[in-house]
């Protein structure tokens, strides 16, 4: 089959996923899917293990963990999916069943999870594998294009808003004002959800044709620059940039009991600051990975409002191109791969 191997971790410049055609079609074990992929989104994340600063956990690795496909085939046991049932694929793979978190409901805690494109392979490629019980059916009303970006992207966003605490307690969300720091593929969809609740949203980013632009276009009520302070203080914030350097003045722009919530798996240090922007019962709390349960209620929600995704294509071989464009803030929204023409129309 077709796909892009990463041998070694690089600088995404040295160009290090290699493109191959004669790749081996992954065999489904007992209680997994074979999925033949329409299309595949990338995400900071799959730079992450590009750059090696989520260290190799196999090699070589196939990335690529937002993935549209078709049950082509299934294990031995029955999995509850038609042949040829679209499914999506995200970043938890797998988890053990049997930890504390994993018993408690909070399976993204895992403590031996399995994580798609990074311990296993992933859907740079014209196949995947995926247990069913973490294969998710697929609302209508999305194009294979458009759904890519929901499974992390959209997922990630959700948990992060679930995580602000906002709308809790009956307050409800009219009014409440959310600042997002770093817009791309996860802040794009974030926004929309936010304003469908009835939430003010503003806008930092460094990027400011491409991503203010876009912010504005979907309801922003401000937009500025990386850590330019917002004209209101903000009930909570979420920074999805990599930049530990916005954590000190998001905190700044927080109103008393705020939440700022940090929504991505890597991120540069953070500066030492000052106690007064945390004092006031501020808080700050990442985002570690989703349960099944946020991926179905973020898929329903995202059909109910309807969520729009705004994505940018490229050939499956042209991987290396994709991610260093993600990179340098080139993208638009959100890139996806098209590992399948014929499934994933571009035009
Ligand atoms: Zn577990
Ligand atoms: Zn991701």
């Not at 990463?6 to 493109?19: A, G, N």
């Not at 979420?238 to 705020?258: K, N, Q």
């Not at 946020?294 to 329903?300: Q, S």
């Not at 050939?315 to 014929?342: C, F, M, S, T, Y």
């Amino acid at each position: 089959m077709r796909a892009c191997l990463l041998d070694h971790p690089s600088p995404v410049e040295m160009r290090p996923l290699r493109y191959a055609e004669d790749a081996a079609v992954p065999e489904p074990a007992d209680d997994e899917l074979l999925v033949r992929v329409s299309a595949c989104g990338i995400c900071r994340t799959d730079l992450h293990v590009v750059e090696g600063e989520l260290p190799a956990r196999l090699t070589p690795v196939i990335l690529g963990h937002q993935i549209v496909g078709r049950v082509e085939a299934t294990g031995a046991r029955p999995a509850g999916f038609d042949l040829g049932e679209r499914v999506g694929v995200a970043w938890l793979h797998r988890t053990c069943g049997l930890c504390r978190f994993c018993r408690a409901c909070r399976e993204n805690l895992c403590e031996s999870p399995h994580f798609t494109g990074w311990t296993v392979n992933g859907g740079f490629s014209e196949y995947a594998t995926v247990p069913a019980a973490f294969a998710y059916p697929l609302p209508e009303g999305f194009s294979d294009l458009q759904a890519a970006p929901l499974l992390c992207a959209g997922i990630i966003g959700y948990r992060a808003l679930r995580l602000t605490g906002l709308g809790e307690g009956g307050n409800g969300w009219a009014g409440v004002r959310l600042g997002i720091y770093g817009f791309g593929a996860a802040g794009h969809v974030c926004i929309q959800l936010a304003r469908a609740r009835g939430a003010e949203v503003y806008v930092s980013t460094r990027e400011r044709q491409r991503h203010q632009a876009l912010a504005s276009e979907l309801g922003a009520t401000w937009t500025g620059g990386a850590g330019e302070e917002p004209p209101a203080k903000l009930d909570a914030a979420i920074i999805f940039a990599p930049a530990g350097e916005l954590v000190p003045a998001a905190l700044g722009a927080l109103d008393r009991g705020g939440t700022l919530v940090l929504g991505g798996i890597h991120m540069s240090d953070v500066p030492s600051f000052p106690y007064r922007l945390i004092y006031g019962e501020r808080s700050v709390r990442s985002v570690a990975n989703n349960t099944r349960e946020d991926g179905r209620e973020f898929l329903a929600e995202a059909a109910r409002v309807p969520v729009r995704t705004y994505v940018e294509t490229f050939p499956l071989e042209r991987a290396n191109d994709a991610l260093v464009a993600l990179k340098h803030d080139a993208i638009r929204g959100a890139g996806v791969l098209v590992v399948d023409p014929v499934t994933a129309p571009t035009h």
